[in-house]
């Protein structure tokens, strides 16, 4: 009886009791899923642009913010810190489409799945060896002028919290996702991606050359790699272990559908939101830290209702 | 063609064997296997310590070379923090001669724990691992000197305590806990619940999972809005920075946010910087390299190139630790060889660690003057009831800010007998007899 009254009336009643609590909660669930969009923004790029999930994205924002950080850490400014490390996402994106990408054109899109498993695992080791894996990286906020201190918005004689931080993070999501739907949608190369994205066969019979396509788009994932980085390495540090954030895409790309730029957004929101109200209305109940399932048992019972996604395109396949 | 198939399985076989037949082959000497991780997401703090072990069998072995005339020889086997991987390498090095099993991983010593008593090595868990393991009787093989977490636990509620005006005042106040999701950050729970019924005090705890290391706005909202007295934290890994900048973002003040030994480091309050300051943390020894015994390897190991020495995190509080832990490996060494001459076995090694006395005139011919109080494991006592000093980081560095704290030894003792027998049942383990 007890258990029934934690899950079912005692969250309604704390909602309606603390309403400035829960519109809290909402606007940290919101700046939450929007870090989680930032993750799933490199799969969705990747994915939509060449039919590769991209497995080893956790490791490329590892690796390209941790090229910022060393430049800086050398002693140069942010801006060539900045330019060092897209450079180096771009050099990068070259060697994976020489190496990995170009041997396993037209193969399936398990064998490619797989190729970036084993891909995530040897850049790992290589940013080890590279940048040295015991060293930690602290994100030069101050350079980058972002934020890390709290706005207080007063609200019916409480408040509301929120962290500069998060809110830098939400302008960068909105420019990225504007910036991408323009060009996707509005530009040559980004109609040759998506036309890459379909049938890699076809798109080459028309004279869109797959290996630069493969390029660009390893490449703006890269970028995006870094952005998120910065933002997820702001608020602690940065080293190997923020590669575990990458597992939060999952969800994301589930919910908002592994093609859609918009639905990454918004999936992330609803996972951001979901979760952080789940955990703080219900989490008790529930034996505590149930965010850490949360938002794969809603991508499952996504998957049962609407595999496809909230925006991904419907897969029909003749026979 | 089929040349070359043949010229790569050869190649392939010997670089098979070729690993596989070294790991027979041990020089004579004193064999320490080192399980360390310099990679994965662990990495940061593992270096550290791993640096600050080699850093001092290295001075010793230039300085007196090695202990008792006999040599030393350190191996590191990278695991990653990976129980499984460590296990592999507990499996691979056993054949070396290993004299001591130094896991640095409650995960990794909970597995090696039954293994000891079955190859008769050792296992040194300073400070961490199965807190029950301090009763000798019941765990000859595994030491946890010179505190376990419970003890640990206990100076943490009596330091708050006192900061209150006396553990009177701890009734009706609130203590939360935030701790990484495993093993290890499970393990003070039992403790601070006991201490809680005995005090008065109310105790929630908030589980981090590897998942949410680097977000944990909800465990943080959690804790704010309950407004605990003081707020403790069992982390480790990027969890720790997290916490310490979650906490300042969330406004819970730093300086009722106190962590465990391994959320104390430079690593965990420099991200946070000047917000971090008044955050404390407990030890079992003092931050810094200021005793003898660190002037020694600046001289000895990075020959006094200061700029070599900070690359290798000289002076930090990880690497101290790992200094201190190699310092009372040394110190087992010596017994055991002082005892039983050379070519000890571990069982020799195990008499070695239990009978390390820590006094203050050892400290000080070890050069180790206030880098350590004073301990003596015994036989029944493998964790050596050491006291638990405070530091708070000052926006730069961390500074002591208390005198040693003592663990409420006489509510801490029984529950790690009780602990000891249950977990020795498990594995049908017979109390010793030979224990005064």
Redesign the interface.
């Known amino acids: 009886m007890d258990f029934l009254y934690s899950v079912t009336a005692d969250p309604v009643l704390q909602i309606v009791e603390d309403p400035v ?1 829960f519109l ?2 909402i606007l ?1 669930g919101l ?2 899923g929007v ?1 989680y969009s930032l993750v799933a923004l490199g799969f969705c790029l990747i994915y939509k642009a060449s039919g590769v999930f991209n497995f080893a994205q956790g490791v490329m924002m590892v690796l390209a913010v941790m090229c910022m950080v060393t430049v800086y850490d050398a002693g140069f400014g942010i801006l060539l810190a900045l330019l060092v490390a897209m450079v180096f996402m771009v050099g990068l994106s070259f060697a994976i489409e020489r190496v990995v990408l170009r041997p396993m054109v037209n193969q399936p899109q398990i064998i490619l799945f797989m190729a970036t498993i084993g891909l995530a695992f040897f850049l790992e ?1 290589f940013g ?1 060896f590279i940048f040295g ?4 990286k ?1 994100v030069p906020t101050e350079a980058l002028h972002i934020g ?1 201190d ?1 706005l207080l918005i007063p609200m019916f004689g409480s408040e509301i ?1 929120l ?1 500069q931080l998060d809110l830098t993070a939400g302008v960068c999501a909105a420019l990225l996702v504007a910036t991408l739907a323009l060009f996707f949608q509005k530009t040559t190369v980004g109609r040759a991606l998506r036309a890459v994205a379909d049938d890699h066969q076809a798109a080459l019979s028309v004279g869109i050359p797959l290996r630069s396509m493969w390029v660009i788009v390893w490449s703006v994932a890269g970028l995006v790699a870094l952005v998120t980085g910065i933002m ?1 390495g702001a ?3 940065v ?7 990458a ?2 895409a999952f969800p994301v790309l589930i919910l908002g559908g592994f093609t859609s730029v918009p639905g990454v957004i918004v999936g992330g929101l609803i996972i951001g939101v979901g ?2 109200v789940a ?2 209305y219900w ?1 008790d109940a529930l034996g ?2 149930i ?2 399932w949360f938002a794969y048992v809603l991508a499952l019972v996504f998957l049962m209702f609407r595999p496809q996604g909230l925006f991904g395109e419907k897969i029909i396949e003749r026979v | 063609m089929k040349f070359g198939k043949y010229l790569i399985s050869l190649l392939a076989a010997v670089a098979v064997i070729c690993p596989l037949s070294t790991t027979a082959v041990a020089e004579d000497g004193l064999y320490i296997p080192m399980f360390t991780y310099r990679t994965g997401p662990f990495a940061p703090g593992g270096s550290k310590i791993a640096n600050g072990l080699t850093a001092y069998f290295e001075m010793i072995s230039k300085r007196d070379g090695g202990i008792e005339g006999q040599k030393i020889i350190w191996e590191e086997c990278e695991f990653g923090y990976k129980t499984d991987r460590g296990v592999e390498c507990y499996e691979r090095l056993k054949g070396k001669g290993s004299l001591i099993s130094n896991p640095f991983s409650t995960g990794l010593t909970y597995k090696l724990i039954p293994k000891a008593p079955v190859d008769k090595i050792p296992i040194l868990s300073m400070g961490y691992g199965m807190s029950g393991a301090a009763d000798g009787r019941w765990f000859p093989w595994v030491f946890n000197f010179p505190t376990s977490y419970w003890s640990q636990a206990s100076a943490f509620i009596r330091y708050v305590g006192t900061e209150m005006g006396g553990m009177d005042n701890l009734k009706g106040k609130k203590i939360g806990l935030i701790f990484l999701e495993s093993g290890y950050g499970r393990e003070p729970i039992k403790l601070f619940e006991t201490l809680g019924e005995r005090f008065g005090y109310e105790f929630k705890h908030w589980a981090i999972p590897a998942k949410q290391m680097a977000d944990q706005r909800s465990q943080w909202r959690k804790i704010v809005r309950w407004n605990p007295d003081y707020m403790f934290m069992w982390g480790w890994g990027v969890m720790n920075p997290t916490a310490v900048s979650r906490a300042g973002e969330f406004g819970y003040p730093m300086d009722r946010f106190i962590g465990v030994w391994w959320s104390g480091d430079e690593l965990d309050t420099k991200p946070a910087g000047i917000k971090a300051k008044g955050y404390r943390a407990g030890t079992f020894h003092a931050p810094g390299a200021f005793a003898e015994v660190h002037k020694d390897i600046l001289k000895f190991t990075y020959d006094n190139d200061m700029a070599l020495a900070k690359e290798h995190n000289y002076g930090d509080v990880l690497w101290s630790r790992g200094v201190f832990n190699a310092m009372l490996i040394a110190e087992g060494l010596r017994n055991a060889i002082l005892e039983f001459g050379s070519n000890i076995t571990g069982e020799e090694m195990r008499w070695g660690l239990e009978h390390i006395d820590m006094t203050d005139e050892r400290l000080e011919e070890l050069g180790a003057t206030g880098f350590g109080r004073p301990f003596k494991v015994t036989c029944s006592d493998h964790e050596g009831n050491g006291p638990v000093l405070f530091q708070e980081w000052d926006g730069e560095k961390w500074v002591i800010v208390s005198d040693w704290v003592e663990p409420m030894r006489e509510i801490v003792r029984p529950m790690l007998e009780e602990a000891a027998a249950t977990e020795a049942a498990k594995w049908n383990y017979t109390m010793r007899d030979d224990c005064t």
């Open positions: 609590f809290q909660i940290e700046m939450a870090m080791g080890e894996g015991s060293s930690q602290i890390r709290a919290r962290q997820w608020s602690s540090s080293d190997f272990s923020l590669v575990l954030i597992m939060k979760e952080k955990e703080l989490g505590g830290s965010e850490e």
